[in-house]
């Protein structure tokens, strides 16, 4: 995994509440057994229309949102399933971050092992996100802080180890392996 | 004792001792806790990815036997052609299905695939094979992992990499989860079931109003539950946002658990229900929050919206977005209502269905299917609808009860197990607009189909929306009897 240190981008900015994972990429997207290549069924059933013509109306379909990096969702970003899908097609479709004022358990974890960075913000530092889309926002992840567009900063919180991999370009099962004495010996006081 | 009075140990709830039982290194403010893991299941939709890690990393599975495989997603709910080939949707399915008994056989898992007369919905096979027992830790690359906690047993769904993880390692990094105890006083009225005490529940605490916490349920409504409800109960506990719930066991799961293949036997067995009866919470146990809910005062509930926050009590109206003051809840109702055709302040009851779905991981047990078959026993259905057993076991218990044919006799369909139209991927599903009346656990917008509209129910309720063509009361046909 590439490090990841600034994440500096306008926003694509989707004031929907619970936006779950199946609408981030419908079920029937999961038949493969590949990670590669699920950012073109990223909001499929948002994006695209009966024909799989893109709906003019949707955020993600508008040029402003070419290259965007930051996508700003409503409340409770990422209920439902737990399938990593989800974060492969946010990240394949070229997203780095997604700020809420929440997001879901599975989906949080499920983001910090593909590079995809959850920012949870106060109501008050969301709302003025959420009324600048397409503004260019700068997160630090290093000082946890996210710089809005009215010039103020929000910090935001992430757990430490989960940061550590981040900026570190390193995975977690590295880290487990590394733990084989302390399996082993747990495994034997078991009987 | 010489001197004093030696303190007892701080009364822990349930989640305490499952959580404690299973650090291998405790969390520090810069590492998670290590947590391992008893129990993983397998199936072929979440873990191709992880397997070929394991591939990619030349690693092998840690611990086979302590992984369990099924397929259930992608697979046909239409029996085997004549000529032997199953009807898959289409050949990503099938190269998905083929993908998981490669892996399989290449890393030594227990797989229980299509064909075989154990195969069923991960969640309906791992207890019925007695895999899932008390104090565990189960895992398993499905958000409804959480059914497992029926038995007392810390359950979670966890991603792709985490499986990879568990399938190399047999352990997590986790950090501890709070706790939320569910309490439920009362009793349920006849045609109420756990489906419409988990639909009340998660009304109450909202769809997000668990994330972050475990859930343990207590109170006498739930002693009075079977396993087959508890499981309904936990099952959803992830559509309120907490990763876990939590029945503590009793004799009601040590009875269900007997005997079952995977259980301990003879010395083993008295052994382990030694260790089971010291699970349940201590009495002054403390909760990082509690919520309390009458059993007795509900009734029958179903869904109007797109989240399974949004249900009402069947004979009570859709509500109005007009009511509400909070412009953000207003705009979630208002496209919620936009994408089922619903008008604000109609009674759910007699809104028209085009189909009926009876199964799933939530509601796809003997007893739901009795439940289903009680209402469909000597009336005709008027929607296309789809009974599916949760497991090849399911299948044969219920058709030694004769319940197959009480569902054929309605005009139902009586299919193969599998999650069929619940996640409407292998081909089981609705046509843009239609509305399906279903015992699963998610109403999110295209759930069953694009364009489909979900309305969530128990098996009751979906049997008497199936003969009435509507949605309806189920205890006005209870009464008939």
Redesign the interface.
């Known amino acids: 995994m590439e490090p990841i240190r600034i994440i500096e981008s306008r926003t694509v900015v989707l004031?929907?509440?619970?936006v779950?994972t199946?609408?981030i990429i419908?079920?029937?997207f999961?038949?493969?057994?590949?990670?590669q290549g699920l950012g073109k069924a990223l909001f499929s059933?948002w994006r695209y229309d009966?024909e799989g013509r893109p709906r003019p109306d949707f955020v993600l379909n508008r040029p402003e949102a070419e290259g965007c990096a930051v996508l700003v969702a409503?409340?409770?970003f990422g209920?439902?399933?737990?399938?990593?899908h989800a974060p492969w097609a946010l990240v394949d479709h070229g997203f780095r971050a997604v700020v809420s004022t929440?997001i879901?358990?599975?989906f949080r974890?499920?983001s910090l092992?593909?590079g995809l960075v959850p920012v949870v913000l106060e109501a008050a530092a969301y709302a003025k996100l959420a009324a600048a889309p397409g503004e260019k926002v700068r997160i630090d992840l290093g000082a946890q802080t996210i710089a809005l567009p009215d010039g103020s900063t929000a910090s935001f919180p992430i757990?430490?180890?989960a940061k550590?991999c981040l900026m570190n370009g390193v995975?977690?099962?590295g880290?487990?392996?590394s733990?084989?004495e302390?399996?082993a010996a747990?495994?034997r006081s078991r009987g | 004792m010489s001197g004093g009075v030696r303190e007892s140990p701080a009364p822990r709830t349930i989640f305490e001792k499952v959580w404690a039982a299973h650090v291998v290194r405790p969390e520090t403010a810069d590492t998670p806790a290590v947590l391992y893991v008893d129990l993983h299941l397998v199936h072929e939709v979440t873990s191709p990815q992880a397997f070929a890690e394991l591939r990619g990393r030349g690693l092998r599975v840690r611990r086979p036997e302590r992984t369990l495989a099924t397929m259930d997603h992608s697979t046909p709910t239409l029996p085997r052609r004549p000529d032997g080939t199953w009807p898959f949707v289409d050949a990503q399915a099938e190269a998905q299905v083929r993908q998981m008994e490669r892996n399989a056989a290449d890393f030594g898992v227990e797989l229980h695939g299509l064909g075989d007369d154990a195969q069923g919905v991960v969640h309906v096979f791992g207890p019925e094979r007695g895999a899932t027992q008390p104090g565990m830790t189960v895992v398993c690359g499905d958000s409804h992992t959480a059914t497992h906690g029926a038995f007392g047993a810390l359950a979670f769904g966890i991603g792709t990499s985490e499986v990879g993880h568990v399938l190399a390692t047999q352990c997590l990094l986790q950090r501890r989860p709070r706790t939320l105890a569910v309490r439920v006083d009362g009793r349920l009225a006849p045609g109420v079931s756990a489906k419409d005490l988990i639909l009340a529940i998660i009304a109450r605490i909202g769809v997000g109003g668990g994330t972050g916490h475990v859930v343990e349920y207590l109170g006498p409504a739930v002693r009075a539950l079977s396993m087959e409800a508890r499981m309904t109960l936990c099952n959803m506990s992830i559509e309120g946002g907490a990763r876990a719930g939590m029945v503590a066991p009793d004799d009601t799961t040590f009875q269900w658990l007997a005997g079952r293949p995977r259980a301990p036997k003879g010395a083993a067995w008295d052994a382990a229900l030694d260790r089971w009866r010291s699970l349940p919470t201590d009495e002054g146990a403390r909760y990082d929050r509690e919520v309390s809910i009458d059993a007795s005062a509900l009734a029958p509930m179903v869904t109007f919206g797109t989240n399974p926050s949004q249900g009402i009590p069947v004979d009570a109206r859709v509500p109005d977005p007009a009511a509400e003051r909070d412009p953000q809840a207003r705009a979630t109702l208002e496209a919620a209502l936009r994408y089922m055709g619903l008008a604000p302040g109609q009674p759910i009851l007699g809104q028209r269905v085009d189909a009926v779905f009876v199964g799933s991981c939530t509601n796809g047990r003997l007893e739901d299917l009795r439940a289903a078959a009680s209402v469909l026993r000597g009336r005709k259905v008027k929607v296309r609808t789809l009974v599916v057993p949760g497991s090849q076991a399911v299948k044969r218990a219920a058709e030694a009860e004769g319940l197959d044919r009480v569902v054929m006799e309605s005009g139902a369909e009586w299919r193969e197990p599998g999650c069929s139209m619940c996640i409407a991927m292998n081909g089981d599903d609705l046509r843009p607009g239609q509305y399906c009346v279903s015992t699963s656990n998610r109403n999110f917008e295209g759930r069953q189909g694009p364009g489909g509209r979900t309305l969530l129910a128990s098996p009751l309720t979906a049997a008497a929306a199936a003969v009435a063509g509507a949605v309806a009361d189920p205890r006005a046909l209870l009464g008939d009897r």
Do not use: M, V, W
């Open positions: 004031p929907r509440e619970n779950d199946d609408q419908p079920a029937r999961l038949k493969t057994t590949e990670k059933d009966g409503g409340d409770n209920c439902g399933s737990s399938r990593e929440r879901a358990d599975i974890n499920n092992k593909n757990d430490a180890f550590y995975d977690e099962l880290f487990l392996l733990q084989e302390h399996i747990f495994e």
